[in-house]
């Protein structure tokens, strides 16, 4: 089973995932990883780890449309069975999605159904919730709206800055999403 991870940005969750593959905790290939954009840090980190890596922008290809066609093309080309979302803040088009159906996996910030988009942390800080969490699920059509796989809650402690929670969420996705990706492929390589 040959997966792939999408991501924008630091590549934090990135760094969990490709560390729990390389201990065999992870089955299957780690294929390939792709940034929407030349700069992002996970492109590095993947070099680091002999990580084939992949970068485009949408105006590289020309607007969304040529660029959602880029990227199928790009996962076709490399044989992708699994699709894993580490902090890709760009909405996949019906397309992917349905070339991927339940083979792509989201995490989120929170405990959806609640604070979806792209400020779960900040949002679920200002509205005041005592228990927030971080969310892994499948991806659908649907912005945060996928079937959930797993939850962890985080207490919000009355001390806790926007910075402080943050750091407690990351260390929950960094602890939860290998595991996850774990059980989904080995479920979907025996299916």
């Known amino acids: 089973m040959r997966f792939a991870v999408l ?7 990135f760094e969990a995932i490709v560390k729990a593959w390389e201990a065999g905790e992870i089955p299957g290939e780690l294929a390939m990883v792709f940034a929407n954009h030349h700069e992002a840090f996970v492109l590095q980190r993947a070099n680091k780890h002999q990580i ?10 020309g607007g969304k449309e ?5 990227l199928l093309e790009l996962l076709q ?13 760009r909405i996949l088009s019906k397309d992917i999605i349905e070339a991927f159906p339940k083979r792509i996996l989201n995490i989120h910030p929170s405990l959806l159904p609640s604070f979806p988009g792209l400020h779960g942390i900040q949002e679920a800080f200002d509205y005041g919730v005592k228990i927030t969490g971080v969310t ?10 996928g079937p959930i796989v797993a939850q962890e809650a985080v207490l ?14 990351h260390q ?6 290998p ?7 080995k479920k979907e390589s025996n299916s």
């Open 136 to 145: 892994v699920h499948y991806v659908d059509c649907g912005l945060d709206t």
């Open 7 to 13: 991501a924008s940005g630091n590549g934090s969750n």
């Open 52 to 61: 084939p890596a992949f970068s485009f922008t949408v105006k590289e290809q």
């Open 66 to 70: 040529a660029y959602e066609a880029a």
């Open 172 to 177: 929950v996705e960094h602890q939860l999403y």
């Open 156 to 169: 919000v402690e009355k001390a806790d800055t926007l910075a402080s929670l943050e750091a407690k969420i």
């Open 179 to 185: 595991k996850v990706i774990a059980e989904c492929l």
């Open 77 to 89: 080309e490399q044989a992708i069975d699994f699709v894993i979302l580490a902090g890709y803040l």
